[in-house]
Every structure is written in structure tokens, then in C-alpha cells.
């Protein structure tokens, strides 16, 4: 290799076949006048400071032929235009001496990991082949002879310190190919015999928020795994970098071969290095700075440390093929998968939900439509191919999204309990206090049920759903279903609690000294004048009660109950972990508080017109507040015992049905248990696992200790 050029637009490079290629070899468009494509191909256009040109639909019509996208130097770039006046600076004209049109493109494709075009400079009768991609791809098409000596030491050397690295080619095609023969031509005939160019070597430079994302997954137990089509070394890199793989923790590389000459397919175990970060500016690498291999020993040394493992596509297909037994092994503490192609992403994804994971996917391009459509939950980075496969879509490419994702799915199944556990409590609740009406004949009235269930139930159900979620991710999950211990425990303590207050208010009111059946000529309060008065002006209307409605346990479970529905509702309003606390809820507090106040105002001090419309009778105001006593120990047993339920609820009902400690449900979690203590897991440093034939018995492969 030549020594490095920072600056791809510099004069001596302009005319260049690197130049030429980097111009041309890209699926670059122009949407309503700005340039539009793949990020990477943005970038590498816009490091040469080049421009492109497309044919207007006038134009293709007038020539009756689709017209070459033609791509050129700026006037600024170009030698002649060094004397130019202001006045030309200032319109920015193009150079008309050199220029170059895309006659043909072959688009990447991610399972050959390179794109191709076929381009002609103006002027010359030859047109010339432009190619890149992977390097290990792009070096295998070329001839030897042009491939440098120390391509993979240079390879290496710049992948383990995170560059992003593309390998340009070249080819001078035959005279005898036409535009004609061009259109017609295979892709392998012209990706075939090139000339190896050189290398890009980009800064995959992480997002500030990156590594602050990835922090509060790890701190919410959520298990984070890279999958790129870039190389293997630059993955690794950017995983330690970004926080996925701690600096303490070891990087086992499973190097997968599949079998030929008769051998069979084996695994060879390596152990990443360990890299100190390149501070330096300058791409340019001087080998002293690489620091030596640590590599492990012993497997006590390594299991007293957290390991991963990475693999590429190749060696994960095979993987797949010939081992397995090791799949689920390896999928539990695989963090980087490299050069993965779409349906290996896929794959990948239906390996970890094999294990009982629950997987969320994101990605940005085509390639991966098909592992955001199989993950659990698919998050879609652009508004390009990726949202049609992806149920959610995210306007800002960033990672960002997937922790406020997570937080506000959380939040909304937290909310369709806490909606399902009040609406348990309210068809209960109404039905303890028309149960124990009953029992003396008696009912709730129309307008009672009708206050109920549209003043008080329907405004509750619909504010309290409104609470948004919690500002942090944390590690505790949510019940995951109806029938689970803690949200049984909770609705169950809360219909003992009504009911008890219910049947106290229901017998207290019994014992009163006042206390007697009702009828329109009761004095319980003291108002018989103003009774009669009333009785005598509404007529027969008031005199017959048919229904039994009007007595004092009416009104008094009528005025519990109302206040029950209130407090079940705060009551199950949960805020943290998992959605903000009720208060910060508006709409609900000021219903809640409405309905209060309404509540306490009709109980406390009677109004006749709402008393008989509502069919509620006059009681002694001693009365009132012993109701209002109720009402507040009803209150104060209910929160306490659902903050109790929150700590120790799991805890109670597993000692009192005697439960014993379970074996974890999911797959991976009893993998992990049996890992522990397996002996020969993780694999020790330069071994082999051998695939064995079919017609050997007791397991599928073998452990080899190559000296």
C-alpha cells in the first residue's frame, strides 16, 4: 500500500481511477433536487465534492433512450478553473472537460457483499468497469498480482480499531463492447479479472446517545447483540466502544468451516484482542501502537469474567448446519454477529426466540425487512423499505427509540390491568351492595345506577388510562398476564376490603337509636314539617314506593359504595415503576376531585331536588359522619394493603399454598443454570469442535485439542 490520503477531493486524485470510481459506484438519486441514497454512499460522494446530473424526463423523451446519469467535477476542483473571476465562483459552473456517465449499474447485494458499475469518461472509446464492497470479497476478484502484500495485515489493523473499510476496483473494458452489448452483459463477465485499487477507510463514528441507550438497556436486564454486515474486527470494536462489551470482558471467536477433502465440519475457538482505543487523528497506523494478545490460560481465569462470542455470517450458517447442539449455546452469549446476510439475520432471530426470548429488532434498510418482520417487535430506523415490514417506525435513526418504546408498551399493559382490575372491582363492588339490598328487599334505584355508571365509571375509566410512562427503564418487568399472583392478590384483598366496609355500614346503620324501616313519614331527620310539605305537594307520586327504594341502607351503601369506586380507582392508578404517579395525571385528578366534592356535598348537606331525584332519604347528620369515617378507614386499609400486596403479595401466596422455588420457565434461563457448571464450557483458547459423521452415536460433535 501506498502511504494514506486524507483528502479524496485533492488535485493529484481528481483524474484518477480511485476518484473515478468512487464518483460513479453508488445508487445515488436526486429527489426534487437533493441528493438521496445510502448514508455510506452519501458520505463517500460527498468526500470527493463531485457533481451528478440526471437526465430530466424531457429530455429521455426527446432522445428517445433513457439518458446516463453523468457525474463530474465541480468547477472549484477542476485545474482550469484556478483563474476564474468571482462572478464564476459565485454560480458555481461545472467543468465540461472531464466527466463521466453510468452507462449500467449492478445495485449491491448484500449475499455478494459488493455493487458494480460499468462507466465510459467522455471522450474515450473504452468504457471501464468500477467495483467495491467487502475487501476479502473485493480481493478475491481481482488478480494477485495487484492485490498487495500486506493487504490482511493492513485489513486487520485498521477493523480492530473500529474503521469502517471498503475496497475499490477497477477494470478497462473491451473495445468491442457496445452500449448495446453493455445492457445485455451477465454481472459475473464483468465482475471478474479486476484491478485491485485500494481501500476506504471511514470513522464509524457512534452516536452521542449510543452508549447512554445501551447503558439503561443493560441496567433494565435487557440483553443487547450486534448483528452488521460489516467485518468482524470493526463490529468488535464498535461493541466495546459503545459499552456491549465491557473492557474486562473476553471476545470468543467461532470460526466455522464447513467439511471438505472428506473432513468434517469443525469450529475453531480464537480469542479476540484486546485494543486499547486509537486516539490519534491520522488514520494512518503504526504497528508498535497495537498492543500484545491477553489471552487466558485457564478456563478459572476465564469464568471469573464475562465472555462473548462473535461470528460471521459464513461461520453461523454453518453453525446452523452441521452444530446444531451448540445453537442455543452460542446464542446465549453471542453479542456480535458480522458480514450477516438477510435471511442469516433471520435465522438469527428465530435462534434466540428458540430459547424463549423475546426479541426486538432494529434496523434501517431492506435487508433487515425480514428479521424485523419475524422479531417480536420490529423497529423500523428510516421511513424507507424497513417501515413496510416493521409494525414501528421511528422518525429520528436513532437507537433512542427502543428504551421509550419499551417504557411506553410497559406502561400501556400496566394500564389495561389497572382499567381490567377496577372494572372487576366495580361490577363487584355494585354487586355486593345489590346483594345485600336484597336481602331486605330492596334495590338501587334507576337514576342511582345511572349516576353511577355514567358520572362516576365512565369518567373514571377514561382519565385514569391517561397516565404516561415512567421516565427511566427499569429492571422489573410487568406481570405478563390476567392470572398472575401479585394482580389476583390485589383484586381479591380489594373485595374483601369493600365487602367488609359494605356489611359494616350495612348492619351499623341497624343499630342506630333513630334507626326504624322507612316510610314517608320517618323523622329521622328532625324535618317532619318540611317533609310533609313535600310529601302533600308531590301527591301520590311519593307516597307508594313499589320497589322498596327509598330506606336508610339504601342511602348508606349508596354513599360507600360511590366512595368505593373512588378508591379503588386511585388505588390501582399506579405510578412508578412503570407509569408516572396518578397526580401528574390531570384530567383524572380533577374528576376525582370533582366527584369527591360532588359526593361529599349531597351527603353532607341534603339538597331535596337531588335527593329525590337520586331516591335518597334524609339521615341524621351523626349519621353523615360515621359514613364519612367508614369512607376514610376504607380508604386508608386500601392503599395499605395494596402497598403491601406490591412487596410482599408473591411472597404471601407462595407460603401460604406452599409453593416451593421454581425452575425458570424460559428455555435460556435453564441453559444458563446448566452452563455454570458445565466443565467444558466456554470452549478453552485454541480448540477445535468437530462435527462428527452421521453414523457415530451419543452426540453430534467432539471437542479436538489442537497443540
Known amino acids: 500500500f501506498l502511504l494514506p490520503e486524507e483528502r479524496a477531493c485533492s488535485e493529484s486524485l481528481l483524474k484518477s481511477e480511485f476518484v473515478a470510481c468512487m464518483a460513479t459506484c453508488h445508487s445515488l438519486t436526486k429527489i426534487e433536487g437533493v441528493l438521496s441514497g445510502d448514508p455510506l454512499d452519501l458520505k463517500m460522494f460527498e468526500a470527493i465534492g463531485w457533481i451528478l446530473e440526471e437526465a430530466t424526463e424531457e429530455e429521455t423523451a426527446l432522445h428517445n433512450r433513457i439518458m446516463p446519469t453523468v457525474v463530474r467535477p465541480s468547477k472549484q476542483l477542476s485545474p482550469e478553473s484556478k483563474q476564474s473571476t468571482d462572478q464564476e465562483m459565485e454560480l458555481f459552473e461545472l467543468s465540461t472537460g472531464y466527466e463521466i456517465g453510468i452507462v449500467r449499474q449492478f445495485p449491491f447485494s448484500s449475499v455478494l457483499q459488493r455493487m458494480c458499475v460499468i462507466a465510459r469518461v467522455l471522450g474515450e472509446k473504452r468504457m471501464d468497469s468500477y467495483m467495491k464492497g467487502a475487501p476479502e470479497v473485493i480481493a478475491s476478484l481481482c488478480k494477485q498480482e495487484t492485490v498487495p502484500v500486506d493487504f490482511e495485515r ?43 485499487m485500494g481501500l476506504i477507510i471511514m470513522q464509524n463514528k457512534l452516536k452521542q446517545e449510543t452508549p447512554a441507550v445501551l447503558e439503561d438497556l443493560h441496567k433494565a436486564n435487557i440483553r443487547t447483540v450486534m448483528v452488521t454486515g460489516d467485518n468482524m474486527l470493526t463490529a468488535i470494536s464498535v461493541a466495546r466502544d459503545c459499552g456491549m462489551i465491557l473492557p474486562q470482558d473476553k ?191 330492596s334495590n338501587l334505584g334507576d337514576f342511582q345506577f345511572l349516576f353511577i355508571d355514567l358520572a362516576i365509571i365512565l369518567v373514571v375509566v377514561f382519565t385514569m388510562s391517561l397516565n404516561p410512562a415512567w421516565t427511566e427503564l427499569v429492571a422489573r418487568r410487568p406481570p405478563s398476564g390476567l392470572i398472575s399472583g401479585p394482580l389476583l392478590c390485589s383484586v381479591l384483598s380489594q373485595i374483601i376490603i369493600c365487602l367488609g366496609f359494605q356489611t359494616l355500614g350495612f348492619f351499623w346503620v341497624k343499630q342506630q337509636s333513630w334507626y326504624e324501616p322507612w316510610t314517608e313519614d320517618s323523622d329521622a331527620c328532625n324535618m317532619l314539617d318540611a317533609k310533609n310539605t313535600s310529601s302533600a305537594q308531590h301527591g301520590n307520586e311519593t307516597i307508594h314506593d313499589e320497589h322498596y327504594i327509598k330506606n336508610y341502607e339504601n342511602t348508606t351503601l349508596f354513599f360507600i359504595s360511590s366512595f368505593q369506586y373512588l378508591i379503588v380507582a386511585i388505588v390501582f392508578s399506579k405510578g412508578k415503576p412503570f407509569r408516572q404517579p396518578c397526580y401528574k ?29 337520586l331516591e335518597l332519604v334524609c339521615v341524621p347528620p351523626e ?72 453414523s457415530q452415536e451419543n452426540g453430534s460433535y467432539q471437542i479436538i485439542t489442537v497443540t
Open 154 to 196: 493492513a485489513l486487520e489493523e485498521y477493523t480492530k480499531q473500529g474503521f469502517r473499510v471498503i475496497a475499490l476496483a477497477h477494470r478497462k473494458l473491451e473495445s468491442k463492447l457496445t452500449w448495446h452489448k453493455v445492457q445485455t452483459i451477465s454481472r459475473d463477465a464483468i465482475e471478474s479479472n479486476m484491478d485491485f
Open 251 to 441: 471476545v470468543i471467536i467461532a470460526e466455522a468451516l464447513p467439511p471438505k477433502d472428506g473432513q468434517a465440519a469443525r469450529i475453531n475457538w480464537h480469542y479476540a484482542d484486546t485494543l486499547a482505543k486509537c486516539t490519534s487523528s491520522s488514520p494512518a497506523i503504526n504497528s508498535e501502537d497495537i498492543p500484545v494478545k491477553l489471552v487466558h490460560e485457564s478456563l478459572e481465569d476465564l469464568q471469573m469474567t464475562k465472555y462473548h462470542f462473535a461470528m460471521n455470517g459464513k461461520s453461523f450458517a454453518v453453525i446452523l448446519e452441521h452444530f446444531q447442539d451448540l445453537v442455543p449455546k452460542l446464542v446465549l452469549h453471542g453479542t456480535v454477529f458480522a458480514r450477516m446476510a438477510p435471511d442469516q439475520k433471520t435465522q438469527l432471530v428465530e435462534a434466540l426466540q428458540n430459547v424463549d426470548y423475546y426479541v426486538g429488532m432494529c434496523g434501517d434498510g431492506a435487508n433487515d425487512c425480514g428479521a424485523l418482520k419475524r422479531a417480536h417487535g420490529g423497529i423500523s430506523l428510516s421511513e424507507l423499505e424497513a417501515s413496510v415490514a416493521s409494525p414501528f417506525t421511528s422518525r429520528t435513526p436513532s437507537i433512542s427509540c427502543v428504551p421509550k418504546l419499551i417504557r411506553e408498551g410497559r406502561a400501556a399493559l400496566i394500564t389495561s390491568f389497572c382499567v381490567f382490575k377496577f372494572m372487576a372491582l366495580y361490577s363487584i363492588i355494585q354487586y355486593i351492595t345489590v346483594t345485600l339490598l336484597y336481602s331486605i328487599l
Open 585 to 613: 395525571n390531570f384530567l383524572f385528578v380533577l374528576s376525582v376531585i370533582v366527584l369527591y366534592v360532588f359526593i361529599f356535598f349531597i351527603m353532607l348537606h341534603p339538597v331535596e331536588p337531588i335527593d329525590s331525584f
Open 623 to 694: 349519621w353523615r359522619l360515621r359514613i364519612v369515617i367508614i369512607v376514610i378507614l376504607n380508604a386508608v386499609v386500601s392503599v395499605l394493603t395494596e402497598e403491601a400486596g406490591d412487596r410482599c403479595g408473591v411472597c404471601f401466596l407462595s407460603s401460604l399454598f406452599g409453593c416451593k422455588e421454581k425452575t425458570p420457565k424460559a428455555k435460556y434461563m435453564h441453559l444458563a443454570q446448566e452452563l455454570l457448571v458445565d466443565p467444558e464450557w466456554p470452549p478453552k483458547p485454541r480448540t477445535t469442535t468437530e462435527a462428527k459423521v452421521p
